[in-house]
Structures are given as structure tokens and as C-alpha cells.
């Protein structure tokens, strides 16, 4: 894959709302933590996905989720990673009349088999590489959650977690939902920002201010380091 320096053309990740700022953030990632990663799959960062078009590759925010996950592999207090896919290519699942139109629309004009359908969906190569033994691997099965017929609530609860730290797609779709399924589920969950995109890069900013005033603070992955090293 080529990628190009994102800073560019990205929306910078916006100043923590003054409540945000209010907190120890430091002192809360010390907290029992679970790193998620959703839809960072082939189908967006690979030339050939179905999502191509996006190039997400180009924008870093890969990158960054390798930062953040080898910085989280280091503490303690991380007791749980998932990757979760999000495919495009829903047919088999259980659908309402909405699912089926909506879910139809996205798998328009691909005309893949069966086994590239599969891997689409497959994470990309170098978070492949960051998988370990123990980590949990599944699918959304709903519109925009991982908390709805998973196994993540049942791992977040024996593990006793507190705190979700978020990266993948769509910034302002299955993070943003996610984020606020984190928050009404009792968790404390933290965006990173540039290890996130939204489909289009004018639609970012607006996802950055909406999540980081009402649902969660927004990071940077140099930040979430820098809270991790914090004494």
C-alpha cells in the first residue's frame, strides 16, 4: 500500500471539551482498560476492498492504531482486546425491513465471490500481526454496536473493565455509536481520533466536535502514549 502524509488534508483533533479537561485522564487509563478496534479490515484498506474508494490507507489512521495498541500491550491494566468486523456483506444475517434495504444498498455493485466477500472483511495485515492469543475476534451483528449479541459484553464484565479506548471506522458511524453504547453501559470510553476516519474527510471535524462534546474525549494516539507514560 502507499500511503501519504495525512496532516494536510485531515481536520486536526479538537481541544478536550472543558469537562473532559476536568479529568485525570492519565489516572483513568490506569484504570481496567479494553483496547477495540472495529472495521479496520482489507474492505477499507486494502486497493482492491469494496470500500476502496475511501483510501483510508492514505490518511494514518492505521498507523496510529499500531501506536496505540503496541503502547497498550505494555501496561497491565489493558486485560482485553477485540477486533470486531463490521462487513459490508450481510446476507446471511437476521435483517428488519430497514436492514434489508440498507445493508442491500452497501453490497451494490460488487460483484464478489463468496471467498473475496470473507475477505473483505479479514483485518488488515498489520493488525493481523498484532493479534494475540486470549484477543476476541467477531462481528458487529447490529446497525452500529458490538455490545448487541457479541461476546464483548460478557468480556467486559468478567474482566471487570471500566475504560474502552476506541480506534477504526466509520468515526462518525460505528465509533460513534459504539462510544455512546460504551457510555450507557457504564464505561468510560476514549476516542482516539487519529486512529479513526470518517468516509469523507469533510465530515470529520463535525464527528470530532460532536463525540468529543457529548460522549467521550477525543485523542490523539501521541497523547494516549503520553497519559500511559505519566507518573
Not at 486536526?12 to 479537561?21: D, Q, T
Not at 476536568?22 to 482498560?33: H, Q, S
Not at 501496561?75 to 435483517?95: C, E, M, T
Request: glycine share 4%.
Amino acid at each position: 500500500m502507499t500511503r501519504s502524509d495525512p496532516s494536510a488534508s485531515l481536520p486536526a483533533i479538537p481541544e478536550l471539551a472543558a469537562h473532559w479537561k476536568k479529568l485525570d485522564l492519565a489516572a483513568i487509563l490506569r484504570r481496567p482498560a479494553a483496547f477495540i478496534s472495529i472495521s479496520q479490515t482489507k474492505s477499507l484498506y486494502e486497493p482492491w476492498g469494496a470500500q476502496a474508494r475511501e483510501k483510508q490507507w492514505e490518511r494514518g489512521s492505521l498507523e496510529a492504531t499500531l501506536k496505540v495498541v503496541a503502547a497498550a500491550r505494555k501496561q497491565p491494566n489493558f486485560l482485553s482486546y477485540s477486533w470486531v468486523g463490521a462487513p459490508i456483506f450481510r446476507d446471511s444475517q437476521p435483517k428488519t425491513a430497514f436492514d434489508e434495504v440498507q445493508f442491500a444498498s452497501w453490497a451494490e455493485g460488487h460483484d464478489f465471490s463468496p471467498e473475496k466477500r470473507l475477505e473483505d472483511n479479514e483485518l488488515v495485515d498489520p493488525l493481523r500481526a498484532e493479534v494475540r492469543s486470549g484477543d476476541l475476534e467477531f462481528n458487529e451483528l447490529a446497525l452500529q454496536s458490538a455490545f448487541i449479541g457479541t461476546p464483548l459484553p460478557i468480556e467486559l464484565s468478567r474482566k471487570r473493565i471500566e475504560v474502552i479506548v476506541l480506534t477504526g471506522l466509520h468515526l462518525d458511524w460505528c465509533i460513534e455509536g459504539n462510544a455512546r453504547a460504551a457510555r450507557d453501559n457504564g464505561f468510560l470510553p476514549i476516542v482516539i481520533g487519529d486512529a479513526t476516519g470518517t468516509q469523507r474527510i469533510d465530515q470529520q471535524e463535525a464527528a470530532y466536535e460532536r463525540i468529543n462534546k457529548f460522549f467521550a474525549p477525543v485523542i490523539s494516539a501521541a497523547d494516549f502514549v503520553r497519559y500511559l507514560s505519566a507518573d
